[in-house]
T-cell receptor, first 114, second 112 residues
Framework: GESVGLHLPTLSVQEGDNSIINCAYS??????FIWYKQESGKGPQFIID?????DKRQGQRVTVLLNKTVKHLSLQIAATQPGDSAVYFC?????????????FGPGTRLSVLP | NAGVTQTPKFQVLKTGQSMTLQCAQD?????MYWYRQDPGMGLRLIYY???????DKGEVPNGYNVSRLNKREFSLRLESAAPSQTSVYFC???????????FGSGTRLTVV
């Protein structure tokens, strides 16, 4: 079946460096994507989103890039801080046998090194 | 603060015991969901309720039942718990507007 996936299960970066977390998706009909951040012991929280009619969207220290040609999504975090340590999920909005819902990848754990 | 509230936060069950996980949202969302999260497997959909009065199976519904009690509340029941149901359970709600889901803080369930 079609699914959302991630290239890297873990990522370690030095504090102050930029982080890039990648995600591949296969459902060409998906029109809305979200990145979530999940800190230890908490539920996932919205970071940034992008619609399929855009290829880039910027927030505060975060940027999401969407490449529909190769079905690739990335999250860039500028000047990574210790508080950015978490698991990051990408999710795509689809309509499938379970109705309209979001499908999540397995997540990438970001560790920020001092 | 507005959001999704789950209870309990932690629970240990013996195999064969039953329990109900509670979820309530105060954002007037129509759609509510139950997910389980296991290491390396991301979030998997157990059941969902697109609107009050409707419930449907998700990807992994076996061993679970749900009740959409009203627009605010969506409960998940384990009738006879099994060790394979050891997991972290998340409830979420949405209106499919910008921002996607709002998640609860999760219930960590251990079945021994």
């Amino acid at each position: 079946g079609e699914s959302v996936g991630l290239h890297l299960p873990t990522l370690s970066v030095q504090e102050g460096d930029n982080s890039i977390i990648n995600c591949a998706y296969s459902n060409s009909a998906s029109d809305y994507f979200i990145w979530y951040k999940q800190e230890s012991g908490k539920g996932p929280q919205f970071i940034i989103d992008i619609r399929s009619n855009m290829d880039k969207r910027q927030g505060q220290r975060v940027t999401v890039l969407l490449n529909k040609t190769v079905k690739h999504l990335s999250l860039q975090i500028a000047a990574t801080q210790p508080g950015d340590s978490a698991v990051y999920f990408c999710a795509e909005n689809i309509r499938d046998n379970y109705g309209q819902n979001f499908v999540f990848g397995p997540g990438t754990r970001l560790s920020v090194l001092p | 603060n507005a959001g999704v509230t789950q209870t309990p936060k932690f629970q240990v069950l013996k195999t064969g015991q039953s329990m109900t996980l509670q979820c309530a949202q105060d954002m007037n969302h129509n759609s509510m969901y139950w997910y389980r999260q296991d290491p390396g497997m991301g979030l998997r959909l157990i059941y969902y309720s697109a609107s009050e009065g409707t419930t449907d199976k998700g990807e992994v519904p076996n061993g679970y039942n749900v009740s959409r009690l009203n627009k605010r509340e969506f409960s998940l029941r384990l009738e006879s718990a099994a060790p394979s149901q050891t997991s972290v359970y998340f409830c979420a709600s949405t209106e499919f507007k910008r921002g996607g889901y709002t998640f609860g803080s999760g219930t960590r369930l251990t079945v021994v």
